[in-house]
């Protein structure tokens, strides 16, 4: 029942790794962190992944605490499954939550939109007017996504043209994919890449490219196409044995790549992308092109004294924190958790499961009088799917080591197994996370 | 993996089955007492009943096995190394299980019990 390849080194090691595994989680049982009772004021900024997942965490901490969240939106979107949606595995409702239903209860809600941070008098204002003091602030707003940045690109394109573009949401990952099914019926030139600044989840233009690739296969027409990735610069992927794995699974799939091209501008009705490359610009006709757009932090934390004022994040306005333990490096009573953050890595939704209890040690220790222990290692994680029904667990440090969760899940191999987590176990494990459970 | 807590299995388990968690718990319930009753009727296990749930195990499992990519989106040809094929013999090793304890509770606890034989 073995698989041809399967040799005895890796049978032995899957034993001796999941002996490992089973020990483990019958031994860890949770410490039970104590309680500190507290009349502080703490504002949450964002009621995203980090959001919620603070709220949670910081109320099974403190006892006695105001927390606050803000945020206007009603809907949670489940970004990670904004990659399924976009290649018609699940439907738009799949990628659909409601806040109301995650929101600590113990938390206070004000459905309103932060417009100013000010740290310097420790509280924030928001787009209705509603001034906040705080005692903690929690930066959790996530990022800010610049369709505009791209010359002729505009969201409400999503879908016409052969434009698609699944960070823009649910609907647009819908849109997405009904593009996606025409290019899979005509044919023609798949366009693909990611833009040079910061981003949110940097594997899924890569997954999006692998995707259209195994519907075209599924529907025996991939010869009547060609797949294009344009990489941004010299990589495809920023660990350097991911992204050699990835080379080596773009030429077996037949994919051409072109590196150092930065998508600019788009021509929608003549089907033109331009990009600026190291040479000049080059253009390059799409019958399917994937916009990810360039991403930057949201204008409030961007033009306040939060963000980053040297450095390489300065430039996008990125949280100012202390990339081990999140705390801001020069307002000792604001944290950072998530998207926001000016970190080297940790843009996906399995870094706040990481970055969440440390950021709350730290906050709660800041109560307590006391100096926090916890440290965050940069921990980011991408199920890269490279077909339907397989996909590599690849989860890494803010040094670029792999870091495996599971001993006996090779990272850089593809597997099944990984597909089951990912279409399967991801999102319970999500919402799980959002309720401090997870 | 350290933080996979029993807490944590649990709240994850709730999501992935969403509705039907609670019906599944008080199921197997109703399935454990049962095949206590059916243990202790039948004296061990052993019997017809047995024999019966045995082979309604096998089937079960079979059945588990070969839907269990497609129920995933997936298909056998996505299955590689080590890893995925012991996934897919775990599968059935819980379809067989499960199935022949189920059969057995259900079989055994409304048989006659042992001693009348």
Known sequence: MLSPGGSLLDRRRFLAGSLAAALGALSSLPAQAEMVKSKARIVIAGAGAAGLTMAARLLMRLSGADVVVVDSRSEHIY??????????????????????????????????????????????????????????????TGLALDYAAIEGMDTSLIGR??????????????????????????????LFGRPATEMKCAGAPLKQAFL??????????????????????????????????????????????????????????????????????????????????????????????????????????????DK????????????????????????????????APVAVDHLVAAIAGRRGTETYNGYTSCPLITRIGQAMLVEFDYDGRLTPSFPFIDPLDEHWVVWIIKEKMLKATYTAMLQGLA | MKDFTLTSLLAISKGMLGAFFWPAIVLAAIVAVLLVLALLRQRGF??????????????????????????????????????????????????????????FAIVGSASLPASRR
Request: aromatic share 8%; charged share 20%; net charge positive.
């Open chain 1, 79 to 140: 970004q990670p499954g904004l990659t399924l949606v976009g290649a018609g595995i699940k439907p738009l409702s799949y990628a659909r939550l409601a806040t109301a239903d995650y929101l600590a209860s113990g938390a206070r809600w004000i459905k309103e939109d932060v417009a100013e941070f000010d740290p310097v008098a420790n509280k924030i204002v928001t787009d209705k007017g509603t001034s906040l003091a705080y005692d903690f602030l929690v930066v959790a």
């Open chain 1, 161 to 190: 043209e052969g434009i698609a573009s699944i960070y823009g949401g649910p609907e647009a990952a819908d849109a997405s994919w009904r593009a996606l099914s025409a290019f899979v019926e005509k044919g023609g030139v798949g």
């Open chain 1, 324 to 355: 081990a333990t999140l705390q801001h490096r020069r307002f000792a009573n604001v944290f950072g958790v998530g998207d926001i953050n000016g970190v080297p890595k940790g843009k996906t939704a399995a870094s706040v499961k990481w970055q």
């Open chain 2, 46 to 103: 052993r019997g017809s009943a047995a024999r019966r749930s045995v082979m309604a195990g096998l089937v079960i499992g079979m059945v588990a096995a070969l839907v269990a990519p497609a129920s995933t989106k997936a298909s056998f040809s996505n299955l590689h190394g080590v890893l995925d094929w012991s996934m897919l013999v775990l599968i059935a090793l819980a379809g067989f299980v499960g199935g022949a304890a189920a059969v």
């Open chain 1, 212 to 321: 259209a690739d195994d519907r075209l296969r599924r529907a025996g027409r991939r010869g009547r196409a060609e797949i294009v990735y344009n990489a941004h610069n010299q990589m495809l992927f920023g660990v350097p044995p991911v992204d050699a794995k990835v080379r080596a699974l773009f030429a077996r799939q037949d994919f051409k790549v072109n590196f150092s091209h930065v998508l600019t501008k788009i021509d929608p009705g003549g089907r033109i992308a331009t990009f600026e490359t190291p040479r000049g610009t080059a253009e390059l006709r799409w019958d399917l092109i994937h916009v990810v757009p360039p991403m930057r932090a949201p204008a409030p934390v961007r033009n306040s004294a939060l963000a980053w004022r040297s450095g390489p994040f300065a430039a996008d306005g990125w949280l100012e924190v």
